[in-house]
């Protein structure tokens, strides 16, 4: 049984850090491309970073890049996302994403996912 779990949220004061962790289990994990995404209140949920599987390259939604950064531990299957400069439109639900596309039918997991409030 795949297991996606984030910790880390919290409440920040805006131009604070946090740092989300996604501990991954149940699948091989170096095999799946990772991403963080995030629900605001009222919206849709977006695509923040993404991380791929194989070379590890990296994404951003333009309104992280230079502020976020994606990093994946393989060999302790934790995917993080270490953000800086916060501010309030950053508050949101963040969800860990893992997805993997062979020759099947895609594997798409989720976490049940960790508040991150911005807020002075």
């Known amino acids: 049984q795949v297991q996606l779990v984030e910790s880390g949220g919290g409440l920040v004061q805006p131009g604070g850090s946090l740092r989300l962790s996604c501990a991954a289990s149940?699948?091989?994990?170096?095999?799946?491309?990772m991403s963080w995404y995030r629900q605001a209140p009222g919206k849709e949920r977006e695509l923040v970073a993404k991380?791929?599987?194989?070379?590890?390259?990296?994404n951003y939604a333009d309104s992280v890049k230079g502020r976020f950064i994606i990093s994946r531990d393989n060999a302790k299957n934790t995917v993080s996302l270490q953000m800086n400069s916060l501010k309030p439109e950053d508050t949101a639900v963040y969800y860990c994403?893992?997805?993997?596309?062979?020759?099947?039918?895609?594997?798409?997991?989720w976490g049940k996912g960790t508040l991150v409030t911005i807020s002075p």
């Open positions: 994403n893992a997805y993997q596309k062979g020759w099947g039918p895609a594997e798409d997991y």
């Open positions: 149940g699948l091989t994990f170096s095999s799946y491309a």
């Open positions: 991380i791929t599987s194989a070379i590890g390259s990296t």
